[in-house]
């Protein structure tokens, strides 16, 4: 009970400090998620994972404040960079900000002990899926080595967090895809190498999408 009192004073705090997203279409208090919830989420909001909020600077090239008016489905997605941790490739999304040309970002970032960072508000568009930036939330994971496969935290965190942004967003686990499914990019890597792998993610993710319900 009183989780959800200082819940309400974060979101309060939120919307004061940026009334000018707000007025923008953007700062949605649901959007970025911030607050001090547990693994177990509260009672308005079961099951929605630890997340460590580090948005990234608005920029043209990781953070254009695009607003995502719609979310059709969830893409999974690897770093293809084994070893890098979630911090450095949130990182490295800000660093484009200082304009490589690359345009390249994710809404969330898992790293290998299963820890979560949200880089991008939920009502907005991230440059991670090509022709499904536009209606999709992206999840981007590391992973130690070259076969790409999760390390058993950041599998259960990914479970964990594609459930609860199914629920919370109303995407059936149909609309869970890999970045392999809209462009043929080997990504996730494992996922696309072991097609029963991908299955059985899936039915996990039902699963514990059930246990919220
Ligand atoms: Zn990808």
Same mark, same amino acid.
């Given at each position: 009970?009183? +989780?959800?009192? *200082? ?9 004061? *400090? &940026? ?12 959007? %970025? ?22 948005? +990234? ?8 404040? %695009?607003? !995502?008016? /719609? %979310?059709?489905? %969830? ?5 293809? &960079? ?8 949130? $990182?490295?999304?800000?660093? !484009? ?17 299963? =820890?979560? *960072?949200?880089? *991008?508000?939920?009502? =907005?568009?991230?440059?991670?899926? &090509?022709?499904?930036?536009? $209606?999709? +939330? ?21 479970? &964990?967090?594609?459930?609860? +942004? ?7 686990? $149909? ?24 299955? /059985? ?13």
């Amino acid at each position: 009970m009183g +989780l959800g009192v *200082i819940a309400a004073g974060v979101i309060i705090a939120v919307a004061v *400090i &940026n009334p000018g997203r707000l007025a923008g279409g953007y700062g949605e208090s649901e959007g %970025i998620f911030t607050g001090t919830f547990g693994g177990d989420g509260t009672a308005e909001d079961p099951g929605r994972p630890e997340l460590d909020v580090q948005l +990234l600077t608005p920029n043209e090239f990781s953070r254009p404040q %695009i607003a !995502l008016e /719609q %979310i059709n489905g %969830i893409v999974v997605h690897y770093t293809g &960079n084994p070893g890098t941790t979630a911090q450095e490739n949130r $990182d490295y999304f800000e660093g !484009l900000k200082d304009g490589s040309g690359t345009y390249a970002s994710s809404h969330f970032v898992i790293g290998m002990d299963g =820890e979560i *960072i949200q880089c *991008i508000p939920s009502t =907005e568009i991230s440059y991670a899926s &090509n022709d499904r930036n536009s $209606d999709t +939330l992206s999840i981007e994971c590391c992973h130690p080595d070259e076969s790409g496969q999760f390390t058993e935290a950041t599998y259960q965190s990914l479970v &964990n967090l594609t459930a609860w +942004l199914c629920s919370h967003f109303d995407v059936p686990v $149909d609309s869970v895809i890999r970045h392999y499914d809209v462009t043929g990019k080997e990504c996730p890597k494992y996922f696309v190498d072991h097609e029963d792998a991908w299955e /059985q993610f899936r039915k996990d993710v039902a699963a514990r999408e059930a246990e919220l319900a």
